[in-house]
Every structure is written in C-alpha cells, then in structure tokens.
C-alpha cells in the first residue's frame, strides 16, 4: 500500500512541475501571439503558430533541465525528435481550435482569439501531457534505478571513512 501513495505522490509532483512549466509557457505564448498581433499585420493563426513555437522551445527546456530532469538522459536525439514531433501535433490541436473559431465561426475579435488560443492549448496540454510522460521523458529502467540507489547507499559516508582511518 505504501508504495502505492508514494507513486502517487510522484505523479502529483511531477504534474505540479509540469503545470508549473506550462503555465509559464503559457504566459510566453500568449504574450508572444499578442505581441506578434500587436506589432505585425500578421493573420492571427500564424501569430499564433509563431507563438506556439518560442513557447515549444521554452517548455523542452523547463521539461528537461526541471520536470524531467530525473529521466534517462540517453538518446537526447531521440528524445528532443519525439519532443519536437508531439509539439508539432500539439501545434495542430491548439491552432486548428483558433483555426475553427477564427475562419469557421468569424470568430476574430482579439478577446475572441485570446479564449479561442487558451482554449486550444488546454486541449493541446492533454495531449503533451501524455505523450511526453509515456514516450519522451521516459523513467529509468527499475533495475538502473535499483542499481543507483544501492550504490548510492553502498557508498560510506565521509565522516565514517574518517573515524575508520584514524
């Protein structure tokens, strides 16, 4: 049982931390497409997908130096291709939500595209959720993991190598 409530604890802090990281790639991203819409004549989905892309690269580096830094490490071209490749479907389900509202519905005012653009990240979000936990930031293998806490604890500790010496 009580290795049931530390997963569980595990996946709630890494959920914490991945919020954590997207909320700030969501204030990157929201405030890039607002500013690209402000100072561009830019149409409002490629605003958007400029956006999406510099909140892209923001949230692989807050993911894999902070949420994920506990991950295999092996493959960083493997794992920043998959990165890349679930980002880009994630780019389409976000911007196709703003794409629908904005040329199916005419909905274009810039409070419109703003709940229309949140919205779309928040369907995106599941999606990069999943896909990056189950096939981009991978755990260790249990019997690495194993392996490097035994030799964590195996190790004596500096004081005692002292005491023993003397």
Known sequence: M???????????RE???????GGAGLLVNLGVFNLVRHVTDLPVVRASVIATVVAIIFNYIGFRYWTYRDRD????????????LFSVVGLVIENGVLY???????????????????LGIGVATLFRFWSYRTWVFKTLPAREAVA???????EEPPARRARQRA
């Open 148 to 154: 490097s806490a035994e030799s964590f604890l195996a």
């Open 73 to 84: 490490k092996g493959g960083r071209t493997k794992e920043l291709s998959l990165f890349l």
């Open 100 to 118: 629908a509202a904005t040329y199916g519905f005419g909905w274009d005012s810039p409070l419109q595209s703003n709940v229309f653009k949140f």
């Open 15 to 21: 959920v914490a931390k991945f919020g954590a990281v």
């Open 2 to 12: 009580e290795h049931g409530s530390s997963g569980l604890r595990r996946l709630v």
